[in-house]
Protein backbone atom coordinates (compact mmCIF):
# COMPACT_ATOMS: atom_id res chain seq x y z
CA UNK A 1 0.00 0.00 0.00
CA UNK A 2 1.21 3.89 -1.03
CA UNK A 3 -0.12 6.75 0.33
CA UNK A 4 0.39 9.66 -1.80
CA UNK A 5 0.14 13.47 -0.74
CA UNK A 6 0.32 16.51 -2.96
CA UNK A 7 0.26 19.88 -2.01
CA UNK A 8 1.50 23.03 -3.46
CA UNK A 9 -1.89 24.41 -4.75
CA UNK A 10 -3.26 27.33 -4.70
CA UNK A 11 -4.73 30.52 -6.04
CA UNK A 12 -2.74 32.60 -8.86
CA UNK A 13 -3.36 35.18 -11.68
CA UNK A 14 -3.07 34.26 -15.18
CA UNK A 15 0.85 33.76 -16.30
CA UNK A 16 1.95 32.86 -12.79
CA UNK A 17 3.76 30.31 -12.00
CA UNK A 18 3.06 26.97 -9.16
CA UNK A 19 4.56 24.39 -8.06
CA UNK A 20 3.20 20.93 -7.07
CA UNK A 21 4.32 18.21 -4.64
CA UNK A 22 3.61 14.73 -4.27
CA UNK A 23 5.13 12.85 -1.74
CA UNK A 24 4.92 9.13 -1.87
CA UNK A 25 4.76 6.72 1.32
CA UNK A 26 6.75 3.38 -0.61
CA UNK A 27 7.88 2.18 -3.34
CA UNK A 28 7.16 3.75 -6.85
CA UNK A 29 7.97 2.84 -10.08
CA UNK A 30 5.44 5.12 -12.45
CA UNK A 31 4.24 8.68 -11.66
CA UNK A 32 1.77 11.06 -12.94
CA UNK A 33 0.16 13.50 -12.62
CA UNK A 34 -3.73 14.57 -13.52
CA UNK A 35 -6.42 16.86 -13.65
CA UNK A 36 -10.44 17.43 -13.45
CA UNK A 37 -11.99 20.43 -13.43
CA UNK A 38 -15.67 20.91 -12.31
CA UNK A 39 -18.12 19.27 -15.16
CA UNK A 40 -15.22 17.56 -17.11
CA UNK A 41 -13.13 13.94 -17.42
CA UNK A 42 -9.83 13.42 -15.55
CA UNK A 43 -7.19 14.59 -18.10
CA UNK A 44 -3.72 13.26 -17.69
CA UNK A 45 -0.70 16.37 -17.23
CA UNK A 46 1.85 14.33 -17.52
CA UNK A 47 4.43 11.44 -16.43
CA UNK A 48 7.42 9.83 -15.64
CA UNK A 49 7.88 6.26 -16.80
CA UNK A 50 9.64 3.79 -15.01
CA UNK A 51 12.35 4.12 -17.10
CA UNK A 52 12.78 8.17 -15.73
CA UNK A 53 11.06 9.19 -19.63
CA UNK A 54 8.59 12.27 -19.25
CA UNK A 55 5.90 12.88 -21.24
CA UNK A 56 3.39 16.11 -21.27
CA UNK A 57 -0.41 17.01 -22.35
CA UNK A 58 -0.11 18.58 -25.68
CA UNK A 59 -1.77 21.15 -23.43
CA UNK A 60 0.45 21.94 -20.89
CA UNK A 61 3.91 20.98 -23.39
CA UNK A 62 7.01 24.05 -22.65
CA UNK A 63 4.91 25.35 -19.93
CA UNK A 64 5.02 22.84 -17.86
CA UNK A 65 7.40 20.47 -16.07
CA UNK A 66 7.69 17.20 -14.13
CA UNK A 67 10.34 16.00 -11.88
CA UNK A 68 11.32 13.72 -9.81
CA UNK A 69 13.44 13.34 -6.47
CA UNK A 70 13.73 9.49 -5.94
CA UNK A 71 15.86 10.11 -2.68
CA UNK A 72 12.85 11.77 -1.29
CA UNK A 73 9.83 9.78 -3.19
CA UNK A 74 8.83 12.91 -4.29
CA UNK A 75 6.93 13.43 -7.48
CA UNK A 76 7.29 17.61 -8.55
CA UNK A 77 5.22 19.39 -11.28
CA UNK A 78 6.85 22.85 -11.71
CA UNK A 79 3.53 25.00 -13.93
CA UNK A 80 4.41 28.06 -15.69
CA UNK A 81 2.43 30.57 -17.90
CA UNK A 82 -0.64 29.30 -16.00
CA UNK A 83 -4.22 30.16 -17.68
CA UNK A 84 -7.56 30.18 -16.59
CA UNK A 85 -8.28 26.53 -18.35
CA UNK A 86 -5.34 24.87 -16.21
CA UNK A 87 -7.59 25.61 -12.81
CA UNK A 88 -8.50 22.10 -11.66
CA UNK A 89 -8.16 20.07 -8.93
CA UNK A 90 -4.57 18.27 -9.66
CA UNK A 91 -3.91 14.35 -8.38
CA UNK A 92 -1.25 12.54 -8.62
CA UNK A 93 -0.83 8.54 -9.10
CA UNK A 94 1.90 6.08 -8.91
CA UNK A 95 2.42 2.04 -10.47
CA UNK A 96 4.81 0.10 -8.28
CA UNK A 97 5.20 -2.35 -11.44
CA UNK A 98 6.59 -0.86 -14.30
CA UNK A 99 5.07 1.28 -17.01
CA UNK A 100 6.47 2.68 -19.74
CA UNK A 101 5.50 5.41 -22.42
CA UNK A 102 2.13 7.76 -21.41
CA UNK A 103 0.00 5.15 -19.19
CA UNK A 104 -3.44 5.18 -18.95
CA UNK A 105 -5.15 6.34 -16.02
CA UNK A 106 -6.29 3.19 -15.17
CA UNK A 107 -2.79 1.37 -14.98
CA UNK A 108 -2.34 3.42 -12.26
CA UNK A 109 -2.47 2.08 -8.28
CA UNK A 110 -2.93 4.35 -6.30
CA UNK A 111 -3.93 8.03 -5.99
CA UNK A 112 -3.82 11.22 -3.78
CA UNK A 113 -6.53 13.47 -2.69
CA UNK A 114 -5.74 16.36 -4.53
CA UNK A 115 -4.46 19.86 -4.75
CA UNK A 116 -6.45 22.79 -5.86
CA UNK A 117 -5.20 25.24 -8.59
CA UNK A 118 -7.23 28.13 -9.81
CA UNK A 119 -5.84 31.07 -12.05
CA UNK A 120 -8.18 33.37 -12.25
CA UNK A 121 -7.95 36.25 -15.39
Known amino acids: QVQLAESGGGSVQTGGSLRLSCVASGYTSCMGWFRQAPGKEREVVSAIDSSGSTSYAASVKGRFTVSKDNAKNTLYLQMNSLQPEDTAMYYC??????????????????WGQGTQVTVSS
Open 93 to 110: ATSQRPLYGFPHPDEYNY
